[in-house]
């Protein structure tokens, strides 16, 4: 059902000091920082040839990664993002299979602009995970 990786999301304490890492340590190509307010995050966006990682840091009072970052302060990894072809049938599918599919079970517009899902860390070995129709 799943296909490729997406890009693996990792909350960042300082966004210019992680994209510093990324573009300068790293050695990686990394955009501009790119501010979502509805959905309460600041994301830049480092390619590689494989997939991307997207930093995210909060934006707003109400930030659904702010909480994250006070349990984790150094920042880590939020979720991993895998493509699907179809979200409904895979939603569908994943919840015959006893998955648990947070929210009210409908697809959003995800950061990309395309219809997303998360799923329950609980059901998947403690890792968010994000399913995006592409
Ligand atoms: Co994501």
Do not use: W
Request: glycine share 10%.
């Amino acid at each position: 059902m799943i296909g490729k990786l997406n890009h693996v999301a990792i909350v960042v304490p300082d966004l210019q000091a992680a994209a510093a890492l990324y573009r300068d340590t790293l050695g990686a190509t990394v955009s501009e920082p790119e501010p979502l307010e509805a959905h309460g995050v600041t994301t830049v966006f480092v390619d590689l040839d494989n997939t991307r990682i997207e930093l995210l840091h909060p934006l707003g009072k109400d930030s659904p990664i702010g909480r994250f970052l006070e349990r984790h302060p150094d920042g880590g990894m939020h979720h991993v993002c895998y493509e699907v072809d179809d979200i409904l049938d895979a939603r569908d599918q994943l919840k015959a299979r006893g998955a648990r599919v947070l929210g009210d079970g409908e697809p959003r517009i995800g950061a990309h602009g395309k219809p997303v899902l998360f799923l329950h860390p609980k059901d998947f070995c403690g890792t968010l995970v994000e399913l995006e129709q592409v």
